[in-house]
């Protein structure tokens, strides 16, 4: 069956569908690259904020101390929010779950920092079991004065 003469599918596939981009700016932009990695989304949503002088990083963590989080950037350019989810309670004698949906054990969420993110201005907060990480903008070059080249007369 051809699954491209129903206009929804092609209406999806469009969606999922990521295009090459050799622009290093727009492919290194932090509201792209967490894109590549759906299953890690899944497990640890993020919403990622581009504020004039700051990105944000908004990460649920339910039921996730604050302790118990790990934020790090390693290679000059990747901000890397990790930690462990345990189950509250040990299975008792005669208790078993019937049903377990919500994910435990290890995570990993990964986010390219932009050129213009200053790593030493970076804080993390966590509350109510949302985190925020706030990684600060570097302040715009200025712009480069005219050099003026004197002309020899000969």
């Not at 590549?36 to 919403?47: F, G, L, S, Y």
């Not at 715009?140 to 000969?154: C, F, M």
């Given at each position: 069956m051809d699954l491209g003469r129903f206009p929804i599918i092609s209406i999806l596939e469009d969606m999922l569908e990521v295009p090459e981009d050799h622009n290093e700016k727009t492919r290194n932009n932090p509201s792209r690259v967490y894109m590549?990695?759906?299953?890690?989304?899944?497990?640890?949503?993020?919403?990622v904020i581009e504020h004039p002088n700051a990105y944000a990083f908004v990460v649920d963590m339910p039921g996730?101390?604050?302790?118990?989080?790990?934020?790090?950037?390693e290679n000059d350019?990747?901000?890397?929010?990790?930690?462990?989810?345990?189950?509250?309670?040990?299975?008792?004698e005669g208790v078993k779950y019937v049903r377990m949906e919500r994910r435990m054990g290890k995570?990993?969420?990964k986010f390219q920092l932009p050129e213009?993110?200053?790593?030493?201005?970076?804080?993390?907060?966590?509350?109510?079991g949302v985190l925020k990480v706030t990684v600060q903008k570097l302040p715009?070059?200025?712009?480069?004065?005219?050099?003026?080249?004197?002309?020899?007369?000969?």
């Open positions: 590549r990695d759906a299953k890690a989304m899944a497990a640890t949503p993020a919403d996730i101390k604050g302790d118990e989080i790990k934020v790090q950037v350019n990747v901000l890397v929010v990790s930690g462990e989810r345990q189950r509250e309670n040990k299975e008792n995570f990993m969420r213009n993110a200053d790593l030493d201005k970076i804080s993390a907060v966590c509350h109510d715009p070059p200025e712009p480069k004065k005219p050099k003026t080249i004197q002309v020899q007369v000969a």
